[in-house]
């Protein structure tokens, strides 16, 4: 018993087939190392012994697949540079074609220029290539002449090239050391003969050396004495229900003076009487002139010679009278103003500064 209870018991062949497999023991690999404690390499190589003939052929593969590469690149640049070749070749070919060669040139109605000048100020002729002209270019020598504000040049094809030109309108005439044409910003855009002036109002009190240095501050205040010219000549409503059966109306301006300091005045054409109007409340005080233009009658405005509505605002108006003989002739002096389109206020400036003459006061209701 003692023996066999030693042995151990016999497994069936189904128990050994499926118990688990007791773990080998695995000794521990010790690491070689050689001298000053470097592991020693590898010499394990495995040396295979290649043909030649195997390996230029390996070679050559390679180098002609790297080859076809090349030449579908090279083929498909040459493609495409051949295509755009063409392309150029065909559009020269257009260009140049007499079917699209200038025959007609439209221009469109102009006020100070007539059709030959905006055909030679656009330099194209008859006969140029329609398709070659560059439009920008063309509207941008039309804008040089000071009349055009702006051109608008376009292709008709196959043969017709249309102008449109939108020119500048002449609001004011200002005198900047010499007459020069203001449009309605304000904007000096060219020297002006007496012919061109005529009609316009004209703008004093700026001078040449103070446009140049100030040019922006020096336009705001042109647009703001246009803007002052066409509230004059066109009464709003506050206006227009302080006017009375016997009103007489707003005598034709000549002259609106800009001070930086005063404001602007107001200056008659027939007379040249001054209207001083100052800065700010611009309607309150055209309104209120009607009143004292109706006061006066037409034979007040003939002697009336400077009305101060710059002051603060009451019931009494001070104005400044011309002598009774003077008064009687200012209707034949009026009549020399209206010939000359020269500014009068050089003389004007001495009675603007002579402070010393006692003003009558007019009573407003």
Do not use: C
Request: proline fraction near 5%; glycine fraction near 8%; avoid cysteine.
């Amino acid at each position: 018993m003692t023996g066999e209870a030693g042995k151990r018991p016999a497994r069936s062949r189904d128990q050994a087939r499926y118990a688990p497999r007791e773990a080998a023991t695995v000794k521990p690999v010790r690491t070689r190392r050689g001298l000053l404690s470097w592991r020693r390499a590898n010499r394990r190589i495995t040396v295979e012994n290649r043909s030649p003939f195997v390996w230029l052929g390996e070679a050559m593969r390679a180098v002609a697949r790297r080859l076809w590469v090349v030449v579908k690149v090279a083929a498909a640049v040459a493609a495409l540079a051949g295509a755009v070749y063409g392309v150029r070749i065909a559009v020269a070919h257009i260009v140049a074609s007499p079917r699209f060669a200038l025959r007609e040139l439209r221009v469109g109605a102009a006020t100070h220029l007539d059709r030959e000048q905006i055909v030679a100020l656009s330099g194209v002729n008859a006969g140029d290539r329609l398709l070659a002209l560059d439009t920008d270019v063309v509207a941008a020598r039309l804008t040089r002449h000071p009349w055009i504000a702006a051109a608008r040049v376009r292709r008709e094809l196959p043969t017709t090239l249309l102008i449109d030109v939108t020119e500048r309108r002449a609001a004011a005439v200002a005198v900047i050391g010499s007459l020069y044409l203001i449009d309605e910003a304000g904007h000096a855009f060219k020297q002006a003969t007496l012919d061109e002036a005529d009609g316009l109002i004209v703008l004093t009190g700026v001078s040449r050396p103070a446009y140049a240095g100030v040019r922006e501050a020096s336009e705001a205040v042109f647009r703001e004495a246009i803007g002052l010219y066409a509230a004059y000549k066109h009464p709003d409503s506050l206006a227009l229900a302080r006017q009375t059966r016997s009103h007489v109306g707003r005598p034709a301006l000549s002259e609106i003076h800009i001070d930086p300091r005063n404001g602007f005045s107001l200056f008659f054409l027939d007379g040249g009487a001054e209207i001083r109007l100052g800065l700010g409340d611009m309607s309150e005080k055209l309104a209120r002139l009607d009143e004292v233009l109706n006061e006066l009658g037409p034979k007040g405005i003939a002697a009336l010679r400077v009305m101060h509505l710059d002051g603060p605002a009451s019931d009494r108006v001070p104005l400044r009278l011309a002598p009774p003989a003077v008064a009687e002739e200012a209707p034949a002096a009026s009549q020399e103003v209206k010939k000359s389109t020269v500014p009068r206020n050089a003389s004007i400036s001495g009675k603007r500064e002579n402070s010393s003459v006692a003003r009558p006061r007019l009573g407003v209701d």
